[in-house]
T-cell receptor
Framework: DAKTTQPNSMESNEEEPVHLPCNHS???????IHWYRQLPSQGPEYVIH???SNVNNRMASLAIAEDRKSSTLILHRATLRDAAVYYC?????????????FGKGTKLSVIP | ETGVTQTPRHLVMGMTNKKSLKCEQH?????MYWYKQSAKKPLELMFV?????RVENNSVPSRFSPECPNSSHLFLHLHTLQPEDSALYLC?????WGPGTQYFGPGTRLTVL
């Protein structure tokens, strides 16, 4: 299974942009890159996903390297509510199989 | 109720007990999932169901037995668990089976004595 590597923790000042990196050097061509976040005492929450092209939604942007071996989740203006553990995940589904690999996640702290 | 709900939210059981975790989704989704989240370990996918049929079973011990009677309900039956099975058990659902968005419930905190 493809693995992901993320920094254990990061800090950001409130209202500043945050770039959360993820390495997935063994990614296969059919793996989708997903980002989820988990607040304390809650289940994970979907943030964004992509395959090859950069993606934007109301929560964040996802920048995918041209070789797809790394990606970066971008929060444009961090708020206190963005403090959470962010998971970079690879998902493969096909041919009767479903494979999903969670990393250890990055704990993001937002400083007021 | 909306979203994905799980009951109970907390469960303490002995190693000889039999208990069940319940998950219900009110989103009209066709795929449901069980995950295990242990302290200091990444989230682990346990089972995947699509249209009530099991798609994936990630080498989970037989003391964990899933059941999906319909696309809205998912159960995890537990028997003769070990203390190392203590963890947060999360349920999720998605519109279809595939690399799309999953919606998670709040989890059941299980403690095995």
């Amino acid at each position: 299974d493809a693995k992901t590597t993320q920094p254990n923790s990061m800090e950001s000042n409130e209202e500043e942009p945050v770039h959360l990196p993820c390495n997935h050097s063994t990614i296969s061509g059919t793996d989708y890159i997903h980002w989820y976040r988990q607040l304390p005492s809650q289940g994970p929450e979907y943030v964004i996903h992509g395959l090859t092209s950069n993606v934007n939604n109301r929560m964040a942007s996802l920048a995918i390297a041209e070789d797809r071996k790394s990606s970066t989740l971008i929060l444009h203006r961090a708020t206190l509510r963005d403090a959470a553990v962010y998971y970079c995940i690879l998902i493969y589904s096909g041919a009767g199989s479903y494979q999903l690999t969670f990393g250890k996640g990055t704990k993001l702290s937002v400083i007021p | 109720e909306t979203g994905v709900t799980q009951t109970p939210r907390h469960l303490v059981m002995g190693m000889t007990n039999k208990k069940s975790l319940k998950c219900e989704q009110h989103l009209g989704h066709n795929a449901m999932y069980w995950y295990k989240q242990s302290a200091k370990k990444p989230l682990e996918l346990m089972f995947v169901y699509s249209l009530e049929e099991r798609v994936e079973n990630n080498s989970v011990p037989s003391r964990f037995s899933p059941e999906c009677p319909n696309s809205s309900h998912l159960f995890l039956h537990l028997h003769t668990l070990q203390p190392e099975d203590s963890a947060l058990y999360l349920c999720a659902s998605s519109p279809g089976w595939g690399p799309g968005t999953q919606y998670f419930g709040p989890g059941t905190r299980l403690t095995v004595l």
